[in-house]
């Protein structure tokens, strides 16, 4: 990896001073119109490139405005955009745009390097209104369709684009299927949290180390080599069996199923926060569990709600059009009825079936009603986000 170069295509306005915001976007569209997005993105990725490498600045063919922008420390953003659409705009300037990344593909052939472009962001960078939603498939398209046809004959420019999977199905451009063998789905499966949890408490635990060890043999340097069952069987020592003294819920079941969303997508940090809260609650009981177990049930029940307002806090950053949504939801009962969020959202059909749908693939509503079902569709609110919400259960409080 000393060869690879680390390039922010697109990200948070904090990674690097070049990387344009949602008002930036927006004033390049009303510009140069809907259809140019794919001259935005091969001209900002040659100034992204330019701008974290400065000896590629020196190279012949590359313009005397690229350079000057790229030299600058604190380049304006209104004359980046201006940049960019005077690029799109002029003929000329487009076969230049693709002239110059070749020579900086050449360029960095011949030096040994290679650049990993990494698109990141792009579910919050383009703004949260409708109009913006729309905005944002036009440019993603753009962006996955021009690495298609023109991106794979760099041979050094290698991009790494971050999608969230609910935009990734909306988007619709030609030979979305190329991208099948070239995508790679980011998932924690069960054995990776209990492998993540396992590592910790092995380090930071020495009594716990060698109960696991001389019982198990389960060691720090064996977890990736150990099937399922034994690693569930290996947290025993930590949270016990069984939720309880009685034939309960199996606490890995337990775990798991509250630091999941509804669609199945699990979050180690709910999950790490949620021992973190346990240990701390189990420190201040009078009494003594277990001298076989570290934490009780109870520890792991308390912890939770706090679990789940740190998780409705990060689904707030991740989707901020869904704030509004997220707010008026508190003091609901789940499941709740379609009728009812249109009376709380204040939001006609159309647009609640669109705002449900976000919701759904968000991974915050499941659809509780079956397809024979009379209307008005029921969803239900993943059991992650309802103490978060100030939401409850119909029937419990």
Known sequence: MNNVNFVPGH???????SILESGDLVSYEQQVGEDNWQFFWLNYSILQICSCKPEIRSLSGLSDKLVALSNSEQPPHAEIVSWLVERSRTAQARPQAADELRVIDRWLQQNNQVVWLFYDELDAGFGSSQKDYERRKRALEALLAWWLESGTSSRQIVPKIFLREDIWNQLNFTNTGHYSGRSLQLRWEEPDLWCLVLRQALKSSESL???LEQKLGVTVDRLNLIGLEQLRQSL????????GRTKKAYTYNWVRNRIADSQDNCFPRSLILLLQKAVELEKAFQTEYSAE???????LIDAFP???????AEVRNEYP???QLLARLQGERSPIDENHLAQIWNLGDGELAFRIKDMIESGIFTERSRPKDPPPRVYGIAELYLYGLDMVRKGQR
Do not use: D, H, N
Not at 293 to 299: N, W, Y
Not at 306 to 312: A, E, I, L, N
């Open 11 to 17: 990200g948070q306005p904090r990674v690097s001073v």
């Open 209 to 211: 180390r060698k109960v």
């Open 236 to 243: 025993y020592p930590l949270w016990g069996e069984r939720m």
């Open 293 to 299: 177990i570290t934490l009780r049930p109870k520890a």
């Open 306 to 312: 706090f679990v789940s307002q740190q998780r409705v």
């Open 321 to 323: 059009e869904l704030e």
